[in-house]
């Protein structure tokens, strides 16, 4: 029976277009990322930013996201009130492991996924860095640093980290645009919807943020426009369908997060990328690698024995090997093909363990 759970009941099977597969698997494919991939997504938190919003105003028009930012900025001290409204938000979030979780849900499962490599987003919180040590970009002068990134992040609405960079108002709209429209920031960003395939994850295919940002973009492109996608579970409606095809996007009803499992399916299945189980393995064989080496150390003087330093150190080693294997899991180091030579050795200690029956117990190569 189905689990019908507020996770996998978004969980939609979908037709995945022969024509995105080859742009993923060629590395041409871009990610996306609005807030409904990480605060904003179910179980994150009890209400949405919105409803916070409207609760602060305490008016019961029906306004748009950036409206009720003006309302609260129009207050004495405005937008250190909406800042604090921001931080608490996140610090509540990130002080919870189940709803950080939620949160990170999505940027946990891309994180494997090595074919992914440059991110765009509107989202203010720091997921991306901290989860898959991304390198943001939010200023134009950060561009000059865009080749170092392995994982580039354009944060086109700004960043929690820098305050004065958030875009949430009329005004900061306007002057977004404005960037975007002139700026180095909004050049690279028609770079990349020139020459990839850009995938829109945690928005709705009425979201005027959205909407926005791509009008402006596509704009200038006419007929030369690429296609692009957009993956949601809520584009079901005639309405929705059209304005897509009139955007030239081709939308997949489903779960952002199950999107990208069946992407990494496809890859692990054809190119032998490694199965995230393997990092299961490598917790359980760090967890029996650990109990051999405390077992080992209190079995010998070094005194009376010093030669079995060399196997002692030769545990050691292997431990912190696996130690950061687990570390760095999310950060892309080892999602390709080598984990799978350590999926190998760690399955083989797993079976046969350390040579008990001999004295100088070594772990096997």
């Given amino acids: ?60 028009a029906d306004l748009s996201f950036c409206e009720l930012v003006d309302k609260i900025e129009g207050s004495p001290n405005g937008r250190q009130k909406l800042i604090d409204l921001i931080r608490f938000r996140f610090d509540y979030i990130d002080s919870w492991r189940d709803l950080r979780e939620a949160a990170t849900r999505f940027h946990k499962s ?15 919180d720091r997921y991306f860095e901290d989860v898959m040590r991304a390198t943001p970009f939010v200023y134009d ?15 086109i609405h700004g960043s929690i980290d820098n305050l004065s ?13 404005e960037r975007l429209t002139h700026g180095r920031l909004g ?25 926005n940002i791509y009008k402006n973009v596509m704009g200038s492109m006419g007929k030369f426009a690429r296609r692009h996608y957009l993956v949601s579970p809520f584009v079901e409606s005639d309405k929705v369908e059209a304005l897509i095809q009139e955007l030239n996007i081709h939308a997949m009803c489903t779960d952002a997060t199950h999107f990208v499992e069946v992407i990494k399916a496809h890859m692990q299945q054809k190119f032998c990328f490694a199965y995230d189980e393997a990092y299961d393995d490598i917790l ?26 060399f196997a002692t150190a030769y545990q050691d080693g292997l431990i912190h090997c696996f130690q ?42």
């Fill in 1 to 60: 029976m189905k689990c019908e759970c507020a996770i996998c009941a978004l969980k939609i099977e979908f037709d995945l277009p022969s024509h995105l597969v080859e742009e993923i698997e060629s590395g041409r494919a871009v990610i996306f990322a609005g807030a409904g991939i990480s605060t904003e997504t179910s179980g994150a938190h009890q209400n949405s930013f919105y409803e916070e919003l409207e609760n602060a105003v305490d008016e019961g």
């Fill in 110 to 124: 891309l994180s494997t996924a090595p074919y992914f490599q440059t991110i765009i987003t509107t989202n203010w």
């Fill in 141 to 155: 002068s950060d561009l000059a640093f865009w080749e170092n990134a392995d994982r580039p992040l354009l944060k």
């Fill in 165 to 177: 960079t958030i875009v949430a108002s009329s005004a900061d709209y306007r002057e977004c645009e």
């Fill in 187 to 211: 050049d690279v960003l028609r770079l990349i919807f020139a020459t990839k395939t850009v995938i829109f994850v945690g928005y709705s295919a009425t979201d005027s943020d959205f909407l």
């Fill in 284 to 309: 359980e064989a760090l967890a029996g690698v650990t109990a051999e080496h405390l077992a080992f150390t209190k079995s010998y003087s070094v005194f009376d024995e010093p030669h079995l330093i």
């Fill in 324 to 365: 950061r294997i687990l570390d760095r899991r999310y950060t892309n180091d080892f999602a390709g093909e080598i984990i799978l030579v350590w999926t190998n050795c760690l399955c083989y200690i797993m079976r046969h363990g350390t040579q008990r029956h001999h004295r100088y117990r070594t772990l096997p190569h």
